[in-house]
Antibody, heavy 118, light 107 residues
Framework: EVRLVESGGRFVQPGGSLRLSCATSGFTFNTYAMNWVRQAPGKGLEWISYISFNSDLTYYADSVKGRFTIAGDSAKNLLYLQMNSLRADDTAVYYC????????????WGQGTLVTVS | EIVLTQSPATLSLSPGERATLSCRASQSVHINLAWYQQRPGQAPRLLIYDASNRATDIPARFSGSGSGTDFTLTISSLETEDFAVYYCQQRSIWPLTFGPGTKVDVK
């Protein structure tokens, strides 16, 4: 069974830093691309970052480019999101999501972790 | 950036009724469109990929259609558990973008 479990979300002051983790199991981590998607309170979904299966390729939304860094550790089956220079509008539930084998969707999602910047 | 517009914003229906949700893209995304369902307090769940393919374990009452800029998600007969928010997502061009969502609620 595929499982994604995020952790690391907490209350943080503006300008602060935070690292989110996503523990994965039930699939071979280094054969799938991964994403982070966030959802501000009461709002819709916002894709923020992607990493290819071999970590060679990363993409970021303009809203986080230069502040957030995505990384993967295939030895530990972990996905990370390093978040720096946090702002109030980064307040959201952060989901990790696996990209499907053919890149046509995010087929599995974690339950999310809440980051509050205030 | 490709902008997705979903309509209506809210759809009020009764169990057993048919739901038709629309997603329109600001430029062609070919068939590179997915649909997700999000129930309150839960993570999104993949329903449809490549515009018309049902994901694993998704009931047959869910169907998707369209290509280019106009897409439709149809729920043929609403079950209680289908009252939720539905998002479309384009995967044609980076950045990936989501529509603002359509809430299907009980009339």
């Amino acid at each position: 069974e595929v499982r994604l479990v995020e952790s690391g979300g907490r209350f943080v002051q503006p300008g602060g830093s935070l690292r989110l983790s996503c523990a994965t199991s039930g699939f071979t981590f280094n054969t799938y691309a991964m994403n982070w998607v966030r959802q501000a309170p009461g709002k819709g979904l916002e894709w923020i970052s992607y990493i290819s299966f071999n970590s060679d390729l990363t993409y970021y939304a303009d809203s986080v480019k230069g502040r957030f860094t995505i990384a993967g550790d295939s030895a530990k089956n972990l996905l990370y999101l390093q978040m720096n220079s946090l702002r109030a509008d980064d307040t959201a539930v952060y989901y990790c999501a696996r990209a499907s084998q053919y890149g046509d969707s995010e087929d599995y999602w974690g339950q999310g972790t809440l980051v509050t910047v205030s | 950036e490709i902008v997705l517009t979903q309509s209506p914003a809210t759809l009020s229906l009764s169990p057993g009724e048919r739901a038709t949700l629309s997603c329109r893209a600001s430029q062609s995304v070919h068939i590179n469109l997915a649909w997700y369902q999000q129930r309150p307090g839960q993570a999104p769940r993949l329903l449809i990929y490549d515009a018309s393919n049902r994901a694993t374990d998704i009931p047959a009452r869910f169907s998707g259609s369209g290509s280019g800029t106009d897409f439709t998600l149809t729920i043929s007969s609403l079950e209680t558990e289908d009252f939720a928010v539905y998002y479309c997502q384009q995967r044609s061009i980076w950045p990936l973008t989501f529509g603002p969502g359509t809430k299907v609620d009980v009339k």
